[in-house]
Nanobody, 117 residues
Framework: QVQVVESGGGQVQPGGSLKLSCAAS????????MGWYRQGPGKERDLVAA???????NYAESVKGRFTISRDGTKNTVYLQMNSLKPEDTAVYYC???????????WGQGTQVTVSS
């Protein structure tokens, strides 16, 4: 069984930066992909960014060029560096991990990101 725990949310002004962290524990050898979804007020939960165990990354069009996902294999941790934040980035950000072929999806508890002046 895998567990993931997020940290690093908060409030920031438009144009500012935040860095989210997601630490995995448990049966980490079963993980093939980790990433982040977000859910804004009254919206569906959408993929923000993902990274595979091989280092391949994938981003939502709305965050390309502003967000960067990375991982530290020695710490079993994935990071989401968010720059040039906009009010529309306001959401609860959920970390997830996934096994082969989309199996064994595990969610974190979520962390609030608020972009407001």
């Amino acid at each position: 069984q895998v567990q993931v725990v997020e940290s690093g949310g908060g409030q920031v002004q438009p144009g500012g930066s935040l860095k989210l962290s997601c630490a995995a524990s448990g049966n980490i050898f079963s993980i093939t992909t980790m990433g982040w979804y977000r859910q804004g007020p009254g919206k569906e939960r959408d993929l923000v960014a993902a990274i595979t165990s091989g280092g391949t990354t994938n981003y939502a069009e709305s965050v390309k060029g502003r967000f960067t996902i990375s991982r530290d294999g020695t710490k079993n941790t994935v990071y989401l560096q968010m720059n040039s934040l906009k009010p529309e980035d306001t959401a609860v950000y959920y970390c997830y991990s996934m096994g082969p072929y989309g199996t064994s999806m595990v969610w974190g508890q979520g962390t609030q990101v608020t972009v407001s002046s």
